[in-house]
């Protein structure tokens, strides 16, 4: 295809091989170069490989930023595999007219489940009975062992109203859970109450953060944020480990200023073996599995190919992040 686009894509996409896979459909319209392994590629190899290409499809492991970018003179769309976007310096794209799109929507729902599974993990001392079990420390029954705390009619609070958030809302309705949120904005026909972010502190027996991370909530559930919490609530972030400040949220699990603490990201991802979350009691841990189901994983990348495709052909893309790229930029394709 000598006329065709070049795109590098970072890893192997979810969707298998057949013709309406993900890869196959992007591979029909464009040069594919594709980082084979399962490890994010070194910044070098992925300024390297990006070089010449049109389009980048990049997961949340790569740095999209002003250096990469410059390196990348023919660049027109970037394309990530993720809601989220903090890896990429969006207003350096748009500075150069390079699109950039992402992929909300298709995993709401599955990062709603994942959100209350750990919520329920984490209320019932699942990772802790089942490491009994394991290890032995399994007695017979006994009335004061391993209590949890109940969820069923409970109080949630949501702090970010987004999609994600109303999602984990409106599961928390089948638990008959009173539901607060916290947002800049009102969010009208959000599946429950406003509130004030300290009111909301105060009342939840479950706090559940769902904000992306940007410079406003960097570390913003910090130690005066779980010093508001109840000492029997717990904490839930499926969102960005960047959005807690985790030393403070370790200390606030050793210390009992809360009695408990779920997350399925971390800052950064993987943690390193010595980090002090690790060894912090009360903590269930996963690893940013929020959107990990072959359906979900699969309209991602979907979505991912149909917004590269559509910027590299000039039509506006679905979920556009940076419209004004289109207008500002204008670049010129070179070569
Ligand atoms: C996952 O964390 C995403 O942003 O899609
Ligand atoms: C618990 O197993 C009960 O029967 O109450």
Redesign the pocket.
Known sequence: MPDAPRVFVTRALPGGGAPDAPLARLRAAATVDLWEADTPPPAAALRARAAGCDGLLSM?TERIDAPLLDACPRLRAVSNL???YDNIDVAACTARGVAVTN?PGV?TDATADMTFALLLAAARRLPEGERAVRTGAWGPWHPTWLLGHAVTGATLGIVGPGRIGAAVARRARGFEMRVLYHGRHEAPGFPGARATLDGLLARSDYVSVHLPLTAETAGICDAAFFAKMQRHAIFVNTARGGVVDQPALARALRDGVIAGAAVD?TAPEPLPPDDPLLSAPHLVIAP?L??ATEETRTRMAQLAVDGLLAALAGRRPQHLVNPQALTAGCREVVG
């Open positions: 949340l993720a809601v989220g992929t995993l990201v940013h929020g959107s």
